[in-house]
């Protein structure tokens, strides 16, 4: 299984964007060109914990902010139009524009091609045929035309967000596209079914900091329930920590304060009120608990143990390789969505990220900075991101000039990408002889006037 195509319409930075994917990819761009929008916009389609935040959806979630429009207000409710109307079978399902007196909405379509034969029988009612030379859906009278090597079985889902005056609140979920266009009840792609898709997004800043705990949708979370695993020993822990009192001891204190407390709040409240306060290290529920639990790991030759969360950052990262590669072995049809994976990592470990990531899931989506992730990919599989001013997103392949050869991008690429991130300018030599000269000049006049030639963060090295 592997996502082909996004499509997504007035979602945070992004007005309008289009982006196909091949089988695995990296993302690269500017900061704020979009990257992390359309990881995050997969999210909210496929992520099977990403809805059950209430709300799935806020201000800051559209474009600009803007959730409302000046025909349609809160205190006009008999105006308000359901993002659902109005889509029949000849609609473009997510086109983001507002009718006249339709507040602005949140749209992100998601095609997911190459399905399991599992995938094909749970979602059979709602399995399209995509065209992958064409890059859209193939729906030609003729029934032959699928048999074409370039058309397989796909499956469409969108997601739709919108601000409920009535409610006064935002409301937001995820459908069957075909469900909406072709039917009048549209059906809803439930939890279960993100799960059979796979989808797991890694965030850089977050990831880490979960990932041996229990919180719903960690990684050890995520593990355990592939492994059909449900850990029973809620209630014996409960029990335990039920029975523990924490500062008891009369000798230190607390106790005594706790219970003068008491004894002037029995001055205003019925006697059988605030009896016996005490203190306990849980609030004694599940939810509670998954939060708390923690791993501890050796951080020495000892016996001593800290939090894992308190390890160093790069071995935190190196554990998430670990945890991941588990989950890849477990569940085969998985995709991966993974932000900057070069984060405290050394060169050599972020290869061996992408290397064992794209070997054991089904497809990888990378976004990144580093050379060293970059080289790992072909140009076929390099995607540059570019947001304009208006917030239309766009994607652009590398195409190198005849005078450079695949052969020399490759061996030259990590020197010439570090230049062009860090450097404020370029310049272009024309020849041997230039390019020899500018550096020797550069360096003499910074002998003379340091202050002038040796601006910090200019490189002044030719690309030829």
């Known amino acids: 299984m592997q996502i082909t195509a996004l499509k997504v319409q007035n979602f945070r930075g992004v007005k309008k964007a289009e982006v196909f994917f091949p089988k695995h990819c990296v993302l690269i761009g500017d900061n704020n060109s979009g990257k992390t929008t359309v990881f995050e916009a997969v999210d909210l389609v496929l992520g099977p914990h990403r809805l059950s935040r209430q709300p799935p959806i806020d201000e800051h979630d559209f474009f600009q902010g803007k959730y409302t429009n000046s025909i349609t207000t809160p205190q006009e409710p008999e105006d308000h139009h359901d993002p659902l109307d109005n889509m029949g079978a000849d609609s473009e399902v997510s086109t983001g524009e507002n009718m006249l007196g339709e507040a602005p909405r949140i749209c992100i379509d998601v095609i997911i091609t190459d399905l399991s034969d599992e995938q094909k029988a749970h979602f059979n009612d709602y399995i399209e045929f995509w065209d992958n030379e064409s890059k859209n859906f193939y729906d030609e009278p003729n029934p032959a035309g699928v048999d074409s090597a370039s058309i397989s079985e796909a499956l469409r889902v969108s997601f739709i967000g919108f601000y409920d005056p009535e409610e006064d609140d935002f409301e937001g979920n995820t459908y069957f596209t075909r469900s909406i266009t072709e039917r009048d009840n ?21 990831t880490g900091s979960r990932a041996l705990s229990l919180e719903r949708g960690s990684l050890l979370d995520i593990i355990l329930r592939l492994k059909e695993l449900r850990p029973q020993m809620w209630e014996t822990t409960l029990d335990k920590l039920a029975s523990h009192l924490v500062a008891s001891d009369p000798a230190l204190g607390i106790s005594g304060v706790l219970e003068s407390i008491n004894t002037a709040l029995k001055k205003y409240v019925p006697k059988e009120w605030g009896v016996e306060p005490h203190l306990k290290v849980s609030n004694l529920t599940r939810e509670h608990l998954r939060k708390v639990i923690t791993a501890f790991i ?52 972020q290869k061996r990220i992408v290397h064992e990531i794209r070997k054991l899931s089904s497809q990888t989506l990378f976004s990144s900075h580093s050379p060293y992730v970059l080289e790992e990919f072909s140009l ?85």
């Open 298 to 349: 050796a951080t020495g030759d000892g016996d001593h143990a800290a939090p894992f969360y308190r390890q160093g950052t790069g071995t935190i990262n190196m554990l998430v390789l670990a945890m991941l590669s588990q989950i890849a072995e477990d569940k085969r049809n998985v995709i991966f969505a993974m932000e900057e994976p070069e984060t405290a990592i050394p060169p050599y470990a």
């Open 186 to 206: 549209p059906q809803k792609f439930s939890r279960k079914d993100k799960r059979i898709c796979g989808f797991l997004y890694l965030r850089s800043l977050r």
């Open 380 to 464: 076929e599989e390099t995607i540059v991101l570019s947001r304009s001013k208006c917030g239309d997103l766009a994607q652009s392949p590398i195409n190198l000039p005849d005078s450079v050869k695949p052969k020399r991008y490759r061996q030259e690429f990590r020197t010439r990408f570090c230049e062009g991130l860090l450097a404020r300018r370029i310049m272009i030599a024309e020849g041997a002889t230039e390019a020899a000269a500018l550096p020797a000049v550069c360096r003499r006049l910074a002998e003379l006037n340091p202050l002038c030639a040796n601006v910090p963060g200019t490189i002044y090295y030719p690309i030829v």
